[in-house]
């Protein structure tokens, strides 16, 4: 699998300059993806990069976690959503679960985990980001099998922060 990495911006943020940060060991700008990180279908090992995180607004009080395929068009293919981290979070260590309290979202392959990078043949490159947010509530109301576009649409309303990493990958 060829694939390239590269920081940049989610979405499109309304508010103020972001003063979040998101880094990776794992992820490296202009840098190959690993295998580790690529869904076992693609060839990889499916297991989350690890992150940290920065700088989230004193007004947090939880943390949203996501990686959304936002090639796949109209709504994006969600391949990890992890919602209710605590506001105190720095990150999460590689091939991690989600600490007590926090909960996984059903991703658009069915898991309620980490669901790598793997792109249809023939598709191009898909762009697949990872974002943390900074959300103004400790529990969130969203269901365990929402879509991408549902959590994408609200935490962009939501959010009084974010922090991305941008991957992309073809086959």
Not at 88 to 105: E, F, N, V
Not at 108 to 130: E, I
Not at 143 to 158: I, N, Y
Request: proline residues 8%; hydrophobic residues 50%; contains cysteine.
């Amino acid at each position: 699998m060829r694939a390239a990495a590269a920081i940049v911006t989610a979405f499109a943020f309304t508010g103020p300059a972001a003063a979040m940060q998101l880094t990776s060991p794992d992820l490296k700008a202009d840098a190959p993806m690993p295998l580790l990180h690529v869904y076992t279908r693609c060839g990889g090992q499916n297991t989350s990069p690890a992150l940290a995180w920065s700088g989230q607004p004193k007004a947090a009080k939880s943390l949203v976690l996501t990686m959304i395929d936002e090639s796949v068009k109209p709504a994006g293919w969600s391949h990890w959503v992890v919602v209710d981290l605590p506001a105190s979070a720095s990150g999460l260590g590689r091939g991690a679960a989600p600490p007590a309290g926090a909960r996984a979202i059903v991703s658009n392959f069915g898991d309620a985990a980490y669901a790598g990078p793997c792109p249809p043949h023939g598709t191009g490159v898909h762009r697949y980001v990872v974002t943390v947010w900074a959300m103004p509530t400790a529990k969130l109301e969203i269901g365990a099998d929402a879509k991408a576009a549902e959590v994408s649409a609200m935490l962009q309303k939501a959010a009084l922060d974010h922090a991305s990493i941008a991957v992309t990958a073809e086959r």
